[in-house]
């Protein structure tokens, strides 16, 4: 039997229409990243500009998709009458734009900061209709920008490279060699390889640094800090931590140091702190297990959670809630890093804690720089306003642990007082400044 394939000038249309459907985002009609592969493979060196609208997907979770698909409506309208280049639609939140082999002397380090210019200059309106209280003018869309000059396609592949490298704090970032390293990629592949194992072979182990009154010659609490044990090494949190985030293994780092430092409360009538972020706070595997154990265990009292601030505090809600169940519970809790640059005032006031740590930018020059000493002195004064106890952290030496004490702080934490070990102190006298030697191991 034959097949007959009808080659009919309408079918031939219809596939050609198809075809060019195919290439473009349907909700901005701007061309898709496989049209930009396609144009990419045309040229011999290309210019890609990628850049990620990376506050919106949270935005999205509190004001839903269709929100967030008129936001992107909006953006990519303003974005294609305000610059020439040819925009491109890549990813839900990510668009490129492509500057051919001609323009190639083109400064594309310019064109990232107009960009971003463009940005802080379109400010959105946030708002539901379902929900009038929930109407806020004058948003700034935060933006990650990464690019790089490249042979074809593969100057798209760089410059997703770059994206990944970018950050709040380095928004803009340009591809270099270095960043596809085969070295760089094994060292990666190595710290997957530790993550996984310390995981399976229980390797999380908790390291407590004691916390000292102005009077006391004993800890009056310990901060409970990550270490992983490695191959009779000690491996420390810088090393292995953004990795484990991109691996999706942080909660199970998280859930074990957290089972560790429930053993010790179990062990030691100490009084211990513990570093939570607001993934972990809003995270069901992490936090349905914190309030079950304390719950179960009855040594919520004993508890302090540190709160990590960042810039997901979109959450504010479920954060609200996480420290409500854990104070029912007798947990008491503190803000990290107080002063460093997501605190705010009403911020305290609406979490109510009960310590403020303040930040090491702060304290450690506090000595030699007034400015330090001010903000110290408002922010003790704000805090015994609200009874919210002070903590001194990085305390690395007698005249910033003398200067903290002159100016009223409470409590005292730092490498000069002591060291994070796996040990409790048995006693430590404050005022003599003793170095600190460890006494009782805490067993595991």
């Not at 936090?287 to 504010?316: A, C, H, P, V, W």
Request: hydrophobic share 40%.
């Amino acid at each position: 039997m034959a097949i007959v394939i009808n080659n009919s000038p309408v079918q031939q249309t219809n596939i050609k229409k198809l075809a060019e459907e195919l290439l473009v985002d349907r909700l901005t009609q701007l061309p898709n990243k496989e049209a930009l592969l396609l144009v990419l493979e045309k040229t011999s060196i290309n210019t890609v500009i990628i850049f990620k609208l990376i506050t919106l997907k949270n935005l999205t979770k509190s004001f839903g998709v269709d929100f967030h698909d008129s936001i992107i409506s909006e953006i990519s309208r303003k974005l294609k009458d305000r610059f020439d280049e040819k925009l491109y639609r890549i990813g839900t939140d990510t668009f490129a734009y492509f500057f051919p082999s001609s323009l190639v002397n083109t400064d594309p380090s310019s064109f990232c900061r107009d960009i971003s210019s463009f940005f802080q200059q379109n400010l959105i309106r946030l708002y539901r209709e379902d929900i009038p209280e929930l109407d806020f003018e004058g948003i700034e869309l935060g933006i990650t920008i990464g690019y790089s000059t490249g042979v074809k396609q593969e100057a798209l592949s760089e410059a997703i490279l770059a994206l990944s490298y970018s950050s709040d704090v380095k928004p803009i970032v340009k591809y270099e060699n270095s960043m596809s390293d085969v070295t760089q990629i094994s060292k990666k592949i190595k710290v997957i390889q530790m993550i996984n194992d310390v995981i399976s072979k229980d390797g999380v182990v908790p390291f407590y640094q004691p916390i000292f009154d102005r009077s006391n010659n004993k800890p009056v609490k310990y901060e409970s800090l990550m270490r992983l044990f490695y191959k009779q090494e000690i491996i420390l949190p810088g090393v292995f931590l953004e990795t484990a985030k991109d691996i999706k293994k942080y909660s199970e780092l998280e859930k074990k140091l957290l089972g560790g430092v429930f053993q010790a409360l179990e062990t030691n009538e100490a009084t211990f702190s513990v570093n939570l972020s607001v993934r972990d706070m809003i995270d069901p595997y992490i936090r349905d297990y914190i309030l079950k154990t304390i719950s179960k265990n009855s040594f919520g009292d004993r508890i302090i959670f540190e709160i990590l601030e960042d810039e997901n505090m979109e959450q504010i809600a479920e954060v609200s809630k996480f420290i409500s169940d854990a104070k029912t519970l007798g947990c008491k809790i503190a803000i990290d890093d107080f002063g460093s640059g997501y605190s705010n005032f009403a911020y305290i006031l609406n979490l109510q804690p009960d310590y403020l740590k303040i930040d090491a930018s702060i304290v450690k020059n506090v000595v030699n720089d007034i400015k330090s000493r001010i903000i110290l002195s408002a922010i003790i004064s704000f805090a015994k306003e609200l009874n919210i106890k002070t903590i001194a952290e990085h305390v690395s030496d007698e005249n910033i642990l003398k200067t903290c004490m002159e100016l009223g702080v409470d409590e005292f934490q730092g490498f000069f007082l002591g060291k994070p070990s796996q040990f409790v102190l048995e006693s430590h006298n404050i005022n003599n400044f003793e170095d600190s030697m460890p006494s009782k191991k805490i067993i595991f």
